[in-house]
């Protein structure tokens, strides 16, 4: 079964600092990998993925995560927080098996911007 | 091109009472799942349909069920509200349910139950 270990349910860093969140699966086969971003009463919104290819990934906002497969992680890091970058960080894995690509989600992050 | 609308976006009810929340995917896309948020359990997977077609079914009482209609419309049921069943309930849809296509998230619809 897969499962997804978010360490440290609320992080906060000051505007301007490096921002990593951390996110460890487990999963019997090669999975894909998701960073998703909710902010208050909203739904969920992709930020990167990881399917197949390069491990490093870049996505919207100026996020990135690297995919580890010698430590199962796939951290989230971005260089400098902004303002707007206070939400909740969900990571979450697949199996990659057509026709049961249901996401396993982390418990999440609350990510606090200090000005 | 229009998102995910899920309706209503709030919604109260009583214990004993059955809900039925709707989800309209994006234009074209055929694959709709459900997902249950809550402050306990987090986000839990319900089901996915696939042109009309339960694919895969999370781990919840049968208290909780779905359907998909032709125009890939999707509500989900859920019967003898408990008030454990107050959550966020969000759809997410995709073009074939594949994840290697993103799945995109509507904004949600919270159920409260008293």
């Known amino acids: 079964a897969q499962s997804v270990t978010q360490l440290g349910s609320h992080v906060s860093v000051s505007e301007g600092a490096l921002v990593l969140l951390r996110c460890n699966y487990s999963?019997?086969?090669?999975?894909?990998l998701f960073w998703y971003v909710q902010y208050p009463n909203q739904g969920l919104q992709l930020l990167l993925k990881?399917?197949?290819?390069?491990?490093l990934v870049k996505g919207i906002n100026g996020f990135e995560a690297e995919f580890k497969k010698s430590e199962t992680s796939f951290h989230l890091t971005k260089p400098s927080a902004h303002m707007s970058d206070a939400a909740e960080y969900f990571c979450?894995?697949?199996?990659?098996?057509?026709?049961?690509?249901?996401?396993?989600f982390g418990t999440g992050t609350r990510l606090t911007i200090i000005p | 091109k229009a998102g995910v609308t899920q309706t209503p976006r709030y919604l109260i009810k009583t214990r004993g009472q059955q809900v039925t929340l709707s989800c309209s995917p994006i234009?074209?896309?055929?694959?709709v799942s459900w997902y249950q948020q809550t402050p306990g359990q987090g986000l839990q997977f319900l089901f996915e349909?696939?042109?009309?077609?339960?694919?895969n079914k999370g781990n919840f009482p049968g208290r909780f069920s779905g359907r998909q209609f032709s125009n890939s419309r999707s509500e989900m049921n859920v019967s003898t509200l408990e008030l454990g069943d107050s959550a966020l309930y969000l759809c997410?849809?995709?073009?074939?349910?594949?994840?290697?296509?993103?799945?995109?998230f509507g904004q949600g619809t919270r159920l409260t139950v008293v």
């Open positions: 997410a849809s995709s073009s074939n349910g594949n994840l290697n296509t993103e799945a995109f």
């Open positions: 999963s019997s086969v090669p999975p894909y």
């Open positions: 990881y399917t197949t290819g390069a491990t």
């Open positions: 979450a894995v697949s199996d990659r098996i057509f026709g049961n690509e249901k996401l396993t």
């Open positions: 234009s074209g896309h055929r694959s």
């Open positions: 349909y696939f042109s009309e077609t339960q694919r």
